[in-house]
């Protein structure tokens, strides 16, 4: 880097304006020390400003009963103990319906950005940046604005046709959603402080990271919910099982380490979570394909402003018969094996969540190393934020909606017909023309009769 700005400083028609920035923008440079020959002497303890110790925010009544244990083993019984409250409070959740879901979604959302904004806050707050918290707040909503509005025209047609005001706001909504973002833009720009050019850039360019890992992500889970409660129960499940089952295996066999940056992970434990949670999935997935509540796409309506998730299942939901391969029968003596098809995909999925979906708990577990902290936040005792319990859960988000949209969806008759209460009288009648012509070739409806209408 020094031999880079040695040749930068020759030849240049602005060099003078150049330098004049570079001292400028000095105190910014103390942040990145990375930037210069620091760089090539590896992490120091200056390299990243400090961030407040970490609080212990145990409850004391459980710190005095297990006072008597190691730190080991205390930890171990915190973490277990919350644990299982956590998941008690999830399936009460979901008994209380998919719309307790949309806003326990929104919740864990705004609160993840807020343990990364803080982070962000902490670290840089001695330079005042001007409007920064402001701004990332103010982003957030702009982001959030634009994904449920699409959310709504998508799933709740029925509802804007009878409203007039959602109809304007519907129609022009994504004209809407870009003119408020481009005033933050403006407003960004016009914080612009010349002393700190470059900070407030790292922070926008931190904020905008942050709205998509976070925002977009919690955006495809509510997608994966509307196509079946399934899809939202089984994956978030899935992730809880491997994190249990991994650190479990880990905790009692794990003795070689997995990888630097998550020294207490172990293959022991990334081996025996893999296998467990295949097998755990497997059955959980056979489970919840026998009801209508989960397997259900999740609809609006109209009529009794709820949402309902009554259907004929379809037939990834339907038992069917399967031959097994020959080797698979002289070893069990089976030749057929009832399953329901979703319990094959639940294979897929669990793999994923065991063997890519922990690469978003290293990501994670990177980011905190370059920040030199333990955690996201103490929200929770023994586990760390809500941030820690989700980094695996958004990247677990993406590949469902990705793997619905490749291998399971098709054309979905209730988001079409929501699509069409939407347009004008004149368009419909034109589609239902074409529609009932289409329907007549092919046979399925009665010639039309001469002088009919």
């Given at each position: ?30 942040a990145?020390?990375?930037?210069g ?5 590896g ?16 409850p ?21 103990i ?8 999830f ?7 998919p ?7 929104m ?13 962000g ?21 702009c ?7 699409e ?38 720009v ?27 992500q919690?955006?495809?889970?509510i ?26 295996f880990?905790?009692f ?16 434990g ?17 489970l919840?394909?026998?009801?209508q ?63 890519i ?38 990247l ?27 347009l ?25 009769v001469?002088?009919?209408?």
């Amino acid at each position: 880097m020094t031999e880079l700005r040695r040749r930068g400083g020759g030849g240049d028609p602005d060099s003078t304006e150049n330098i004049s920035d570079k001292e400028a923008d000095g105190d910014d440079r103390l942040a990145f020390p990375g930037e210069g020959e620091g760089e090539m002497e590896g992490d120091s303890k200056a390299d990243t400003p400090d961030m407040p110790p970490p609080t212990d925010n145990t409850p004391q009544c459980l710190n005095k009963a297990l006072e008597g244990l190691s730190s080991r083993w205390k930890n171990w019984w915190i973490r277990g103990i919350l644990s299982m409250t956590m998941i008690i409070g999830f399936f009460l959740i979901i008994y209380l319906g998919p719309i307790m879901l949309i806003f326990v979604v929104m919740g864990v959302q705004i609160k993840c950005f807020h343990e990364i904004i803080t982070i962000g806050y902490r670290v840089y707050h001695s330079y005042d940046l001007p409007w920064f918290r402001t701004l990332s707040w103010y982003f957030l909503i702009c982001v959030n604005y634009f994904f449920y509005g699409e959310t709504v025209a998508d799933y709740f047609g029925a509802l804007v046709q009878r409203e007039e005001p959602l109809q304007f706001l519907v129609r022009y909504h994504r004209f809407i959603s870009f003119a408020v973002y481009l005033a933050g833009f403006c407003m960004f720009v016009l914080s612009l402080v010349k002393k700190h050019y470059r900070l407030q850039f790292y922070m926008f360019a931190w904020t905008h990271v942050t709205l998509l890992i976070v925002v977009t992500q919690s955006h495809l889970v509510i997608q994966n919910l509307f196509e079946g409660m399934i899809w939202f129960i089984v994956p978030i499940s899935i992730v809880i099982c491997n994190d249990i089952m991994a650190y479990l295996f880990g905790f009692f066999f794990g003795r070689t380490p997995l990888i630097k940056l998550s020294p207490k992970k172990t293959w022991e434990g990334f081996i025996g979570g893999f296998f467990a949670t295949v097998v755990l999935s497997f059955f959980f997935a056979y489970l919840l394909s026998q009801y209508q509540y989960f397997v259900c796409p999740v609809e609006y309506n109209s009529e009794t402003n709820r949402f309902a998730v009554e259907c004929e299942p379809s037939n990834l939901f339907m038992m069917q018969e399967y031959t097994l391969p020959a080797v698979v029968q002289n070893a069990v003596r089976w030749k057929t094996v009832n399953l329901y098809p979703f319990q094959i995909h639940s294979i897929a999925l669990s793999s994923f969540a065991s063997l890519i979906g922990p690469f978003g708990g290293f990501f994670a577990s990177g980011f905190k190393r370059a920040f030199k902290i333990k955690d996201f936040a103490d929200t929770i005792p023994g586990h760390g934020g809500i941030m820690d319990r989700f980094d695996c859960q958004y990247l677990m988000a993406t590949f469902v909606h990705v793997y619905i949209a490749s291998f399971i969806r098709g054309p979905n008759p209730s988001k079409v017909l929501q699509q069409l209460l939407v347009l004008q009288p004149e368009q419909q009648l034109s589609i239902f023309n074409t529609l009932r012509n289409h329907l007549r070739e092919r046979g399925m409806l009665p010639p039309a009769v001469e002088g009919a209408q």
